[in-house]
């Protein structure tokens, strides 16, 4: 079986399923919780969805809120860990909840917009006409309402990763990714893998493709990083992966009769 074929029937096995899901994982973001969750309803207004919000072991009031609004919000599904075990963790716990064809995932501090979700649903499905599989939409955020220190920070990160990993991609960092559902869950999983999706999909030979998205300032709350937090983690990050590029050829698959 092609990967073509394999897309198209994992695709049937999802018949009933949304077509997407949204995933958000959140640690502490009691404040943000509820603008977020009615812009991802709006922005898909007429597409079959789900919202996956998994909670990262918050102390606030998050869980409590979420509760509130499962009540009146159909669409939402929560999950949540014990203790925090981090974004990434959180994302992968989201991805495998999700029941969608598609996983799009953003933030939960209200940066992202949910309102590109569409555009970047559209560009993976004419990606994907194109080849090669498997595709990642990454969001490159053109105009960052971040501190100057942290888009400095992330303009370096982004150059010496681009160069180590040749993964071609501006802005991995951006929250806001889409993808098939399957596709990532046959990644490798590590902790801190949402900022090196772009090499995976390269790695398993497919290919990425950047979409300018908006983003926002922070209404609520305070970041969970800084810039020596991620340099910390950043570095031996950064190798493991490239060891990983190098552990793996891609197969090449021939037709039988």
């Known amino acids: 079986m092609n990967i073509e074929t394999r897309f198209q029937t994992q695709a049937l096995s999802n018949a009933g399923a949304p077509l997407i899901s949204v995933v958000v994982p959140v640690h502490n973001e009691a404040p943000n919780l509820k603008p977020l969750i009615t812009a991802i309803g709006a922005a898909l207004a007429g597409v079959e969805h789900e919202i996956v919000y998994v909670d990262d072991g918050s102390s606030d009031t998050t869980p409590k809120v979420l509760a509130e609004l499962a009540t009146t919000t159909p669409t939402l599904v929560r999950v949540r860990h014990k203790r925090s075990c ?3 963790a959180a994302v992968i716990t989201g991805v495998k909840a999700a029941r969608g064809v598609y996983v799009a995932t953003l933030d939960g501090d209200g940066q992202n917009d ?11 499905r004419d990606a994907e006409e194109r080849g090669p599989l498997p595709v990642l939409i990454a969001g490159h955020r053109v105009n960052r309402r971040d501190s100057s ?16 990993l040749q993964d071609a991609t501006p802005d991995t960092g951006c929250g806001l990714k889409l993808f098939r559902r399957q596709a990532f869950l046959e990644l490798p999983h590590f902790d801190h893998i949402h900022r090196f999706l772009p090499a995976l999909f390269i790695r ?13 300032a922070r209404a609520h709350g305070a970041s ?12 031996v990050d950064l190798f493991g992966v490239a060891w990983l590029q190098r552990r793996w050829k891609v197969p090449q698959i021939e037709p039988t009769e």
């Open 224 to 235: 969970h990083y800084n810039n020596w937090q991620r340099l910390k983690v950043g570095i």
């Open 86 to 88: 981090g974004q990434s």
């Open 149 to 164: 220190s942290k888009r400095i920070g992330s303009r370096i990160a982004n150059r010496v990763r681009s160069y180590l």
């Open 204 to 216: 398993a030979g497919g290919h990425v493709v950047s979409v300018p998205v908006r983003h926002h």
């Open 114 to 124: 949910p309102a590109d979700i569409p555009a970047m649903l559209a560009a993976a």
